[in-house]
DNA sequence: CGATTCCGAGAGCACTGCTCTTGACTTGTG
DNA sequence: CACAAGTCAAGAGCAGTGCTCTCGGAATCG
């Protein structure tokens, strides 16, 4: 399992970056819909037969591309939540996910939009895809909420999904959440479609003729939100 | 501005429905994504160049089906959320929107999902694309709500939004809500923000391995929705 | 060194959106 | 009624796409 052995390995490894990197910079000019394999080859001084040897299909590279973007997503999220009081971990963390999101809408498109073809996401990009919630229960399991108000009861089959998610095991071996109270994490996973659900609306173009420049609105919800998850009030 | 005058005339019309019919028809088996002109206009027994007199570029014809889906989501929900408690209209337009996107996900992709291409969505798609949230503005103006908790005080320039929206002229001739406080309104946008974010996360895929089929977090997530509108509690 | 594996190039297939021209048909009017 | 104007479907064609397969040359391994 020696890393970059031969020569062949290096180059290889590398033409892969390289078509990663130039259909990535192809993606964010033009979108997913627009990208084509026989660009890229061509940027690359390369025929669109030989990229094959890399990619097995078009939906193979927007795959890799799904992941790579699930991960600078996480990574962002993580850096940004860490250190400091739980609500401000919170604030930091969407801020994160938003400048990222609005930084790079085509990659936020391919991850959170509509699934590109027969949506082939395969397991691969469940672990990346869930380094952001994970930022949030981890601010969640650092905190005792004490929610704003206190909602309808949760259901027998809710409660039961609930339990079986905190009792899932992670990619790092670890149980999730197995002691975050299941009211808790549902608010968890309110509040995640709720920042995401806006950053669509926001991207996608919803909010135009609304709260169309967006920020006021987001650093409003987002202090609701955390309201809503039972935050500590900061200063 | 006689409907349908000549016999062109009614033969122009309901070509171009059938031509919408076939392509919806393509819309929901394989997506907006290999939707294609030459195979629309294959199906209707004519040749690909022919169905340009009806629709100026594919882009036109997806647009078109845009507006289509708005308005029958639109009519869906408000259909649904005809008398009753305010809270019954809210639970009943929650379960219509849902409902339509699981029976037409592709539809909903297209309209909810990423934007197409450079996004083309004219000014024709607002007016459809508006009426699922004034279903919900509908239901907040016949009621007075009393929040399930207080939450920050809105900033001054997003109540200088808020209230501007509120101001503004709906296609109707009629100001959308200049008697709403702005605080419904803002709530409004919330909630509107969290059914759709929901609704995207469950199609789109995003739900699987956590609370996947969604029923039962959906149900109790519009019930806390409606805590946090300040719906009066039904029974 | 020899055999094997890997790799890029090229040709080619079936498909796409879109344009332009051509000839036939339908209109409404002189 | 007849004729000019307008409208239409069809066909050929262009530039582009994803993907497959074959073919020589090069690197790697035994």
Redesign the interface.
Same mark, same amino acid.
Request: with cysteine; hydrophobic share 40%; proline share 7%.
């Given at each position: 399992m020696n890393a970059s052995r031969t020569a062949r390995d290096r180059a290889r490894a590398e033409l892969t970056q390289e078509i990663k990197n130039e259909a990535r910079r192809q993606l964010a000019v033009d979108? *997913?819909?627009?990208l084509s394999l026989r660009s890229v080859a061509r940027e690359l001084g390369m025929v669109s037969s030989a990229l094959y040897r890399y990619f097995a299909s078009r939906d193979e590279l927007l795959t890799a591309l799904i992941i790579d973007a699930y991960d600078a997503v996480g990574e962002q999220a993580e850096k940004a939540a860490e250190g400091g009081a739980p609500r401000e971990r919170w604030r930091k963390a969407c801020h994160a996910v938003r400048d990222w999101a609005r930084a790079n809408p085509h990659e936020y498109?391919?991850i959170?939009?509509? @699934?590109? @073809?027969?949506?082939a *996401?395969p397991q691969d990009t469940?672990a990346s *895809?869930a380094r952001v @919630?994970m930022v949030l229960i981890g601010i969640l399991r650092e905190t005792n909420p004490s929610p *704003?108000?206190?909602?309808?009861p %949760?259901?027998d089959?809710?409660a039961g =999904?609930?339990r079986a998610?905190g009792e899932?095991v992670a990619p790092d071996g670890e149980r999730i959440a197995p002691d975050l109270p299941l009211e808790t994490l549902?608010r968890g996973?309110?509040v995640w479609? =709720? %920042?995401?659900?806006?950053l669509? !609306?926001e991207l !996608?173009? =919803?909010f135009?003729?609304?709260?169309? @420049?967006t920020n006021?609105?987001f650093?409003?919800?987002i202090? =609701?939100l955390a309201?809503?998850l039972g935050l500590p009030p900061a200063r």
């Amino acid at each position: 399992m020696n890393a970059s052995r031969t020569a062949r390995d290096r180059a290889r490894a590398e033409l892969t970056q390289e078509i990663k990197n130039e259909a990535r910079r192809q993606l964010a000019v033009d979108g *997913a819909q627009k990208l084509s394999l026989r660009s890229v080859a061509r940027e690359l001084g390369m025929v669109s037969s030989a990229l094959y040897r890399y990619f097995a299909s078009r939906d193979e590279l927007l795959t890799a591309l799904i992941i790579d973007a699930y991960d600078a997503v996480g990574e962002q999220a993580e850096k940004a939540a860490e250190g400091g009081a739980p609500r401000e971990r919170w604030r930091k963390a969407c801020h994160a996910v938003r400048d990222w999101a609005r930084a790079n809408p085509h990659e936020y498109a391919l991850i959170y939009g509509s @699934p590109i @073809p027969g949506y082939a *996401a395969p397991q691969d990009t469940v672990a990346s *895809a869930a380094r952001v @919630p994970m930022v949030l229960i981890g601010i969640l399991r650092e905190t005792n909420p004490s929610p *704003a108000f206190e909602g309808p009861p %949760l259901t027998d089959g809710l409660a039961g =999904q609930l339990r079986a998610l905190g009792e899932q095991v992670a990619p790092d071996g670890e149980r999730i959440a197995p002691d975050l109270p299941l009211e808790t994490l549902n608010r968890g996973i309110v509040v995640w479609t =709720q %920042l995401f659900g806006m950053l669509s !609306f926001e991207l !996608f173009g =919803q909010f135009v003729g609304s709260v169309d @420049p967006t920020n006021e609105f987001f650093d409003h919800t987002i202090e =609701q939100l955390a309201d809503f998850l039972g935050l500590p009030p900061a200063r």
